[in-house]
């Protein structure tokens, strides 16, 4: 994990960053198409919630660390 991390408690954006994932609208596009989350359209305050939620479960069932599926 980096440093920081910004706003990661309710930032996909900073939460991806914190975790040295890709954060750009293109990368989050899909990511949420493989996690299935279909909230709003692509980069609006609802799917990105909805993604920060999603991504924050895979992290708790991989006990914290973010899985290779999540690195694209």
């Not at 989050?28 to 996690?35: G, V």
């Amino acid at each position: 994990m980096k440093e920081g991390g910004g706003n990661y408690q309710t930032s996909i954006v900073d939460l991806l960053k914190l975790l040295d994932l890709d954060s750009s609208l293109s990368a989050r596009k899909a990511l949420a198409d493989e996690l299935n989350v279909h909230a709003g359209a692509d980069g609006s305050a609802e799917e990105n919630i909805a993604l920060h939620k999603a991504v924050m479960a895979k992290l708790a069932e991989n006990g914290g660390v973010v899985p290779d599926s999540l690195r694209g």
